[in-house]
């Protein structure tokens, strides 16, 4: 059979075989929907004609581009698989698989699988564990206390050609000094004082409260700088 007019029914219509539709097809109803089931009568894809809520049941393949103007809620693992890597170098540019022009918030871990840069500025809240060594290009500047709890390890002060010039060990806490020591407060010294160079003191008044002094210089100058 066929119809080149308007056809109206006021029943349900089955059609058994394939069904083209060479124009718009309008669903013009309230409180129905549009469905798509399989052969034991479950729905599929529903479109709701209030609302135009739609329930795809399937895995659903987009081929170009999509658009979505709001929320999109996924209550499942989602999983990109598009594996363009981002640039780390230079200005900051978003060339990479996932790009995210808005902020984050993310309320679970992060794992990050390859290198990560950060071109603004970086606050963290909680505790910082690294577990290899970092490489700090600017200034270092801490407001607390700064721990360093090994042992068999040193805390170092090197030069651009990475020759020690101020260590402290973490066994026993001896210091190595290369360079000159400037003290502007008095200093306290708690066991043996050993100078292998000259020793020049320029105060007013020299107090030495020793029991026993050995001088193995049997020459001794007095008044030298008057005599």
Same mark, same amino acid.
Do not use: M
């Given at each position: ?18 069904? =083209?539709?060479? @124009? ?31 329930? /795809? ?8 581009? =999509? ?10 693992? =989602?999983? /990109? ?62 407001? @607390? ?23 402290? @060990?973490? @066994? ?47 020459? /001794? ?7």
């Amino acid at each position: 059979a066929s119809s080149t007019g308007n056809v109206a029914t006021d029943g349900t219509l089955v059609v058994q075989g394939q069904t =083209t539709i060479n @124009d718009s097809l309008i669903v013009d109803a309230s409180n129905e929907n549009f469905k798509i089931q399989n052969g034991s009568s479950v729905d599929k894809f529903t479109v709701d004609t209030d609302n135009g809520n739609t329930n /795809i049941i399937g895995e659903v393949t987009v081929g170009g581009a =999509t658009q979505i103007n709001n929320t999109l809620g996924v209550s499942n693992v =989602t999983t /990109i698989t598009r594996n363009t890597q981002q640039t780390l170098t230079g200005s900051y540019a978003a060339d990479g698989a996932f790009k995210l022009t808005g902020g984050a918030g993310i309320g679970k871990n992060l794992a990050v699988g390859e290198g990560l840069r950060v071109y603004g500025g970086t606050e963290l809240t909680g505790a910082l564990d690294l577990n290899n060594s970092a490489d700090i290009s600017g200034a270092l500047v801490t407001h @607390d206390d700064v721990t360093i709890t090994a042992d068999n390890k040193f805390f170092k002060i090197q030069n651009g050609s990475a020759a020690d010039k101020f260590t402290v @060990d973490t @066994d026993n806490g001896n210091i190595v000094s290369q360079g000159q020591l400037t003290v502007a407060g008095d200093a306290a010294l708690q066991s043996d004082l050993v100078v292998t160079g000259n020793l020049t003191v320029n105060g007013t008044t020299t107090t030495v409260n020793s029991t026993v002094t050995t001088i193995d210089d049997p020459i /001794i100058t007095v008044g030298g700088d008057t005599a």
